[in-house]
């Protein structure tokens, strides 16, 4: 089944295969790039570098979401997306996510030329959010978030408060703490869903988000990735960032490999196991992957995209290596 998604009048077809979104974090504190960009002609230059590598959209943050990171001041946030916004629209036409569950943010940002808003919380987080969507021509990206769901859950006590108290009853926390992760999250989702319409906002309008590394158990991550298929089945756009989470890092270094961060190795090691977590999701069906790095995500999405539209490839025979042209 083919599905579209729409932001500002531009139209997304999942038949036309997976996207390799490129991470621009204009924050003192990510997990992942500590800082690198953390100004507007930094955080400019680096996303103009990832679309030369081949990003063909990129998501834009001004607070980190990682866990015991510190919250960012509505203002402060702002400050830090919107220039970045205004230089990128001067250089680029390719989509521009924000990565923020506030509305205000989110307004502000939509204003400055933003063509998306990724949020975390799924639009449980703010309940101006939807509203603030519906209102403007973006698109929007729906997030399951654990720690949302089951606040009381270890991997949900280690990250900042997302908002959405009081969203689900205690009866309904209790119900999706003990369905198995997959209807967990489509439960979740489907409030978001119907959040975003009485907000205004539209389903072709909307994509969705298994929300991988965020308060999750190992398990739970890998069998999300696996049952790909039970959110895709859910209609709409899908999609997935597994860049450089720790369950990744937790697997390999079990099996041997060196994942320090703080070694040209070990931080090459994340991007090579995140990339083949990439081909896994694009062939999987994900139509949107969210990445730190682009070059090997792009390489390892486009044998995925491959394999996943196998049945459209020419059936051509290829030379063998080292094969002579023939003079005839």
């Known amino acids: 089944m083919h599905r579209i998604f729409k932001y ?6 999942s038949s036309d295969g997976t996207i390799v979104c490129g991470i621009v974090n204009v924050t ?18 680096h996303a103009m570098e990832l679309i030369d590598q081949g990003a063909g959209m990129l998501d834009i943050g001004g607070e980190s979401t990682r866990p015991g990171s510190t919250p960012v001041d509505l203002q402060e946030e702002i400050n830090r997306i919107v220039p970045v916004i205004r230089e990128l629209k001067k250089l680029t036409d390719v989509p521009l996510s924000i990565d923020t569950w506030k509305a205000p943010v989110a307004k502000a940002t939509i204003e400055a030329g933003a063509d998306i808003i990724n949020d975390i919380t ?70 978001c869903i119907k959040v975003a319409h009485e907000g205004g906002v539209e389903d072709e309008r909307i994509m969705l988000d298994p929300g991988i590394g965020f308060g999750l158990t190992k398990r739970e991550n890998l069998i999300l990735i696996k049952d790909l298929h039970v959110l895709r089945d859910m209609g709409y756009c899908t999609l997935v960032g597994v860049s450089r989470k720790r369950f990744i890092v937790n697997i390999l270094e079990g099996a041997g490999f060196n994942m320090d961060p703080e070694t040209e190795e070990g931080h090459e090691n994340r991007d090579l196991g995140s990339a ?6 694009t062939m999987l069906g994900a139509d949107v992957i969210r990445v730190h790095t682009i070059l090997h995500h792009r390489m390892h999405s486009e044998i995925g995209n491959a394999v996943r539209f196998a049945e459209a490839m020419e059936d051509t025979h290829l030379k063998q290596y080292g094969a002579k042209k023939s003079n005839q």
Not at 8 to 13: I, L, Y
């Open 276 to 281: 083949a977590l990439t081909a896994i999701s």
């Open 122 to 191: 799924g639009f449980l987080g703010d309940p101006d959010m939807a509203k603030v969507v519906g209102n403007s021509k973006a698109g929007a990206i729906l997030m399951f978030n654990p720690a949302i769901s089951r606040p009381d859950h270890p991997g949900s006590k280690i990250f900042p408060s997302f908002g959405g108290e009081g969203v689900f009853s205690q009866e309904e926390i209790e119900r999706m703490n003990a369905l198995p992760i997959q209807e967990s999250m489509c439960y979740y989702l489907r409030r």
């Open 8 to 13: 500002n009048d531009k139209t997304f077809n």
């Open 28 to 45: 003192p504190d990510s997990f992942s790039d500590g800082g690198r960009w953390f100004s507007t002609e930094k955080a400019v230059a």
